[in-house]
């Protein structure tokens, strides 16, 4: 009877662990994605109201920028520039342009990440067309700004001193007309696309130089 009762609970306690631990990642997005801005982790970049004041002899590095866009969205999105940079502690300011290629007005939401992953402790935004949601009239266009700097300790954190080159990305996605019940797991998605972009941009700095 003992045995019977242990199996009992032992299955109980089996079904109702993954269901407690699925219905806290369903509610932590948001705990997540904060997580995520403040430590870098899955190269996230982090958020500053100011950039530190850059010395005079910083070393530099450079910011590339790249851009995609959800197969529903039926927007042109890329960077005004490839390519720019940076003294480390210096800020920054790059665009991305935007145009609706549809005939009606449409909503989108940027997700962002950097590679090499393991710089995004050290890449801060200061103010982004990504921190809120872009709307674009048809044939609409736009020049969206992302202020940004690289903390200047990256030159001394012996497992990123050989990064010379970073990369900002953005993923667009059709936000509109999106009820509450779907915008979770939308999420959810937009952030696996961001970070499977990120691996594949990560490879090929590796393998393609």
Known sequence: MADRQRNRRMAVLLVAVP??????????????????????????PGIAAEAPQAAADAPSIEIRFNADIAPDLDWRFGPVERAVTVRLG??????????NLGDEPVTGAATFNVTPLKAGAYFSKIDCFCFT??????????????????????????????VGTITLS?????????S??????????????????????????????
Do not use: K
């Not at 269901?19 to 997540?32: E, N, R, T």
């Open 180 to 209: 509450a019940d779907s915008a979770a797991p939308q999420a959810q998605q937009a952030d696996a696309a961001v970070r499977e972009q990120a691996a594949a941009t990560e490879r090929e700095q590796i393998h393609g130089g």
């Open 90 to 99: 210096e800020p920054a300011l790059a665009f991305y342009r935007a145009e």
């Open 133 to 162: 949601e872009q709307r674009l009239g048809p044939g609409e266009s736009a020049d969206m700004p992302v202020s940004f700097f690289v903390e200047p300790e990256i030159a001394t954190d012996p497992n990123v001193r050989d």
């Open 19 to 44: 269901v407690a631990m699925g219905a806290l990642a369903w509610a932590s997005v948001p705990l997540y994605r904060l997580f995520c801005q403040v430590t870098g982790f899955g190269g996230t």
């Open 170 to 178: 953005y993923t667009f996605f059709r936000t509109e007309d999106e």
